[in-house]
């Protein structure tokens, strides 16, 4: 994996996941048959170098994904423009990874994680919904190969 | 290019543009020789069916757009995580397009639609800034092909 160009604004691998924990979207970009990318924004949640996302069964990303399981994740926050100084503040985790489908018990922990994530409050009720949604869901887990993480303004 | 999923939560091409237009950052989505894709945020301005960054003149997703210019950009804003109903609002935009790196005119006046956008209070320091880091840019133009925008709650 090619080293960053402005090795002044790179934070440590444990910021860049510890980012990736937190932040609530990013943007999967995925590549198909005739070499166009494709990058398109969910919801995911982070454990143990994995992301995981779930979908519809069928799709622009799922096709892509099994004709390509290259993937690549995007997560940006805190975002600034800065008018005067012609920049922007930004923290930034760039994954690279090789991403899957995940089947019963692996399938079943990420929704629960993705659960306990963005509906801590709700446990119950949403393992309920993760129930009565099987058959509709598909759970995709991405195997990170690579990750790095930016911050601006750079560290002094 | 294929049609929508979800058509219930599809905004029209004006919205997705109107989006595009306002928002501040997005992820550009490119591919390698290798088949691997590599999404990264950017600031970006939109004009007339262009979107338009600038960049350093070496790096990662320059040398995959000389590879092959079909990219993906993708814009997301209004994000909330409705922790009750399973679900996040959002409004998105994803553009298909070809990239290419512009020069002359066509170049200052995309730099100066940045300053437009970005530092509208600024735009003497700006140009000023423009001439100084002049040799130090690459001026990228994304002619879009397709474009499309969701937004959720779907409309009713």
């Known amino acids: 994996m090619r080293e960053m160009r402005r ?22 970009s995925t ?4 070499g166009q990318p494709y990058g398109v924004p969910l919801n995911y949640a982070y454990k143990d170098n994995c992301i995981y996302f779930h979908c519809a069964l069928t799709g622009h990303k799922i096709d892509n994904i099994v004709n390509n399981p290259k993937v690549s994740f995007c997560a940006v926050g805190d975002t600034k423009v800065l008018p005067s100084e012609f920049s922007t503040n930004y923290v930034s985790a760039v994954a690279f990874g ?3 489908e995940i089947q019963g018990t692996e399938r079943y922990n990420a929704l629960v994680l993705l659960l306990e994530k963005f509906s801590p409050d709700f446990l119950e009720e949403g393992k309920k919904y993760i129930k009565k949604l099987d058959k509709a869901t598909k ?4 195997e990170i190969q690579h990750i790095s993480g930016k911050k601006a303004p750079a560290k002094s």
Not at 31 to 34: M, P
Not at 139 to 142: N, P, Q, T
């Open 7 to 28: 090795k002044d604004k790179e934070i440590g691998m444990d910021d860049a996941i510890n980012f990736l924990t937190e932040h609530e979207y990013g943007v999967l």
């Open 31 to 34: 590549v198909g048959t005739d």
């Open 98 to 100: 090789v991403a899957s």
């Open 139 to 142: 759970v995709i887990k991405i």
